[in-house]
């Protein structure tokens, strides 16, 4: 076991509470590219820069759209003032050598325009005469006004980022005035809690020189434990989020473990996968497209006999009832009676006993399984004793079973809680974490019987059958990632948005699950053979529909007279082709005829009509 495991993490205790503002903030951002020659020598390098700005606003509209980014240019000659500019930004003035391009806002679709125009440009909107480029911008300067734009945004912001795309290694010599004003700026960042992140354009970029000692000082880290940022991975960190739904780490609930009537620990609940939501729809009106305010009122109605007229009155939430029919009788009851009925346990974990791990099995996997780890903040001294009951269930290979009740008014689950070690991935970062991995496990009444499975005959199989299987799954064999696989109806959705919004002909989208179906058939390709030979077809035929009409009965007759049921000779096979009558033959027959003769990838070949071109090509060479 690591020794950092259920370390003390008074960090995030501050980033779980409920009422906490980190989780009512927003993030802000701010884009600083540099514009000197040699960004534009290679006009490639400054337009990878606005690409990745532009992918990072698109993340922003569709996985947090509340945070604020901004764009400013430095190192140029002008500062004209941005296009947007209005009262609410009248007092930041970009300094010396900096403009502002964007303001430091929430994204929209003005923005992305704006930035994809730039980027479509060839002249880059006219960039040499509007901004220019020089070499005499001061990093202090840029902070300074990065530091401003922060404090005037209008929000309490949870955090706040300074990415710098730059190709210039040493922009300021050593020790000269310039140098020193960044330094001291720098630690200035620290004390604010504003991060930098260097961007390197170039492969050869050389931290060293210049901005090891300046990322140090804004970490306040020891620059024996720098690790420089690589141009090719800077940019697959920035790009690699788009489209990708981005959650808050925040735990779902502070509990207490009662371990008895007298002990009792604190824990955060976390979630280790969650299902994306997809936007809100909102109702418009078809005339003005003004959004639709929709309320439910209870009314009830009754017939008054002395009136003779029917009457109705609006119930408040105390005078509704709800009501089940039972045994012919309906029982109604009072919110306060259904609020009592479903909170049978407080929140909290209640600890049953303990169990075998083996025990918890995937067959009786319910939901997706979430994670504890100890918190001080509410009761001192959980994280020893949750450490040490870790250590004593991970030594016995012990499960402890538990009630889980998250909230007021929930019913509560059952539960094992599995121990797991911490384990890496190959690029040495962590996997899993150390800790107790909640399983939740049916109740006796959730489990369903199958009796018709028992009695399932089985087909007796050979140990040759199984052993040429086992080639089949050892070939096309490859590690599972989740990183791997992106939400294929969350892709298409927002690029679909994305096209309607930007006047897009086309939608870019790649399906990640979709098999690699051409790798896949050469891999198996020596194996299809030896899979006839070993396998024949089914001798047991399937059931036979009982339940047609007698006017069904013709139609399904004369659809099953289109199968070719004997077996056809490869000269009748070919006749059948030449005379126009391949209707009748299978998919599976032509691809056999195919297969016979010797014709390669006829797995690419899934339609009926271009078995029957490839069979005529075939007979007419």
């Given at each position: 076991m690591s020794e950092n495991a259920f370390r003390d993490n008074q960090s995030d205790d501050s980033e779980d509470e409920f009422d906490d503002s980190a989780f009512t903030g927003r993030s802000g951002l701010i884009l600083a590219i540099d514009c000197d020659d040699k960004m534009f020598n290679d006009s490639e390098k400054f337009r990878e820069a606005l690409d990745i700005v532009e992918s990072i606003m698109r993340n922003k509209v569709t996985a947090r759209e509340k945070d604020l980014v901004a764009l400013v240019f430095y190192n140029t000659m002008q500062n004209p003032a941005p296009d947007d500019d209005i009262d609410q930004h009248s007092g930041i003035i970009a300094p010396r050598h900096s403009a502002i391009f964007l303001h430091l806002t929430t994204v929209s679709i003005e923005m992305i325009r704006k930035v994809r125009s730039m980027l479509k440009s060839d002249d880059f909107l006219d960039f040499d005469n509007k901004y220019g480029h020089s070499k005499e911008a001061s990093l202090a300067n840029v902070f300074w006004m990065c530091s401003r734009m922060f404090s005037h945004c209008g929000y309490k912001l949870e955090q706040s980022t300074i990415f710098l795309f730059t190709m210039n290694d040493h922009p300021h010599t050593n020790n000269s005035l310039e140098h020193q004003q960044t330094l001291t700026k720098a630690r200035d960042l620290l004390q604010k809690d504003i991060s930098v992140v260097l961007v390197p354009m170039v492969e050869s970029f050389d931290c060293g020189k210049f901005y090891k000692e300046l990322l140090c000082s804004v970490q306040g880290a020891d620059e024996n434990d720098f690790i420089?940022?690589?141009?090719?991975?800077?940019?697959?960190?920035?790009?690699?989020?788009?489209?990708?739904?981005?959650?808050?780490?925040?735990?779902?609930?502070?509990?207490?473990?009662?371990?008895?009537?007298?002990?009792?620990?604190?824990?955060?609940?976390?979630?280790?996968?969650?299902?994306?939501?997809?936007?809100?729809?909102?109702?418009?009106?078809?005339?003005?497209?003004?959004?639709?305010?929709?309320?439910?009122?209870h009314v009830a109605s009754g017939y008054c006999e002395e009136r003779e007229e029917e009457t109705s009155k609006t119930l408040l939430p105390g005078e509704q009832r709800k009501s089940i029919r039972i045994g012919g009788e309906m029982v109604s009851f009072k919110p306060d009676e259904l609020i009592m009925m479903k909170q049978i346990l407080t929140p909290g974990i209640r600890l049953l006993g303990f169990k075998p791990v083996s025990t918890v099995i995937i067959t009786n996997h319910v939901r997706c399984s979430m994670f504890l780890y100890p918190n001080e903040t509410h009761i001192t001294g959980s994280t020893l004793l949750l450490r040490a009951l870790y250590e004593k269930c991970l030594e016995k290979g012990q499960a402890a079973y538990c009630t889980l009740t998250m909230r007021r008014k929930q019913s509560p689950k059952l539960v094992a809680l599995v121990p797991q070690e911490q384990a890496f991935d190959e690029n040495g970062l962590p996997r899993r974490y150390s800790g107790f991995r909640v399983e939740f496990v049916p109740f006796a009444d959730d489990i369903r019987n199958t009796p018709y499975l028992d009695k399932a005959k089985c087909p007796t199989i050979t140990d040759s059958q199984i052993d040429v299987f086992k080639k089949v799954i050892k070939k096309i064999r490859f590690k599972y990632n989740p990183v791997y696989f992106e939400n294929p109806a969350s892709q298409s959705l927002y690029s679909n948005i994305e096209s309607l919004v930007f006047d897009m002909e086309k939608a870019e989208f790649f399906d990640s699950t979709h098999p690699d179906y051409e790798t896949i058939d050469s891999k198996l390709d020596p194996f299809v053979d030896e899979i006839k030979n070993l396998f024949s077809e089914d001798p047991t035929s399937a059931p036979k529909r009982s339940r047609l009409a007698d006017n069904e009965e013709s139609a399904s007759k004369a659809k099953a007279s289109r199968v070719d049921r004997t077996p056809l000779s490869d000269a009748e096979l070919v006749e059948m082709v030449s005379q126009g009558k391949a209707s009748s033959l299978t998919v599976a027959t032509l691809k056999e005829f195919l297969q016979k003769q010797g014709v390669g990838e006829v797995s690419k070949l899934r339609t009926k009509a271009m078995l029957i071109a490839k069979i005529t090509e075939l007979q007419a060479s």
């Open positions: 420089p940022p690589v141009y090719q991975q800077s940019k697959e960190q920035l790009l690699q989020r788009i489209l990708t739904k981005d959650f808050k780490k925040r735990s779902l609930a502070h509990l207490k473990w009662y371990l008895s009537e007298d002990v009792a620990l604190s824990v955060n609940v976390y979630s280790l996968s969650r299902t994306p939501r997809f936007p809100k729809k909102v109702k418009l009106l078809r005339s003005t497209n003004e959004v639709i305010i929709s309320k439910r009122v």
